[in-house]
């Protein structure tokens, strides 16, 4: 897609001053005589700058970085999505560069063993959990914040902004970004289940969920454990197996603070030492 800087088009056939995309066809045609030729495949994708304010022509969101606005613009144009996990994006390149997070590729953290899919993630970790430090930049100070939803907290406490507000029109759930109330739309309302099970029919709403449903059928086990060589039909499966080798003990109790590696364990820690919490 060709990207436009629409905040003023000029028409250089004369002086008259155009600020909108369709005006500005408008007037080549019917004043100049122009042909616009509509039926060769080509997409514009506009935006609206100035040397303060970086601003989205579809819903009037500003930004103090054009890469953040560039990558906000997938919330608008669902043109290809991710058929693991729903998402939407504007152009094939995008989803390209979205689909490596799904491959199957192993980064331990050097610190605690954690396997990371992507060398990035395994950075973010290190930062994050080892070294405290934040990698998400507030646009309006120099505060680094460690998640986003710090970041939107952030941003509403310190800075004064409205909270990020998207609600469905067809129900009552709100959503605090346009993506997540994209894929709500399509999963809950137009139901696009595209993925079907070949043994009982039943459809899924993503490949990703129709391959964890397979070994139900096919019985196959192939996420094999590196220490233990222990197979497991599903990758969480074997995820939270791991746990057991790296001694994550996530699960926290919050009446004597012991740990455990497994929720399953938390939960019968609670009902035999703590029932009056239950």
Known sequence: MTKI?????????????IYDLDLFKEHITKVHGKKLYNDVPFSILPFRLTK???TCTMCDKTFMFFHALNQHMNEHFNNFVCETCGLGFLDQSRLSMHIIKHEDKNFPCEVCGKIFKTEAYKDLHVDRVHNKIGRIYCPKCDVRLMTYPQKLK?????????????????????????RTLTIHLRRDHLKDYRYECQYCGQRFFTRFSLRNHMPTHTGERNFKCKVCEKTYPRRRTLKQHMRIHTNDRRYKCQICAQAFIQNCS???HMRSQHPEYG
Do not use: A
Request: aromatic share 4%; charged share 30%; net charge negative.
């Open 5 to 17: 800087d629409i905040t003023r088009i000029d028409c250089r056939l004369c002086p008259e001053r």
């Open 52 to 54: 303060d304010q970086l």
């Open 154 to 178: 952030h941003l509403v406490e310190v800075h004064g902004e409205q909270p990020l507000c998207f609600p469905c029109t067809s129900c009552e759930r709100v959503f605090d970004s346009r």
């Open 266 to 268: 938390l939960k019968g």
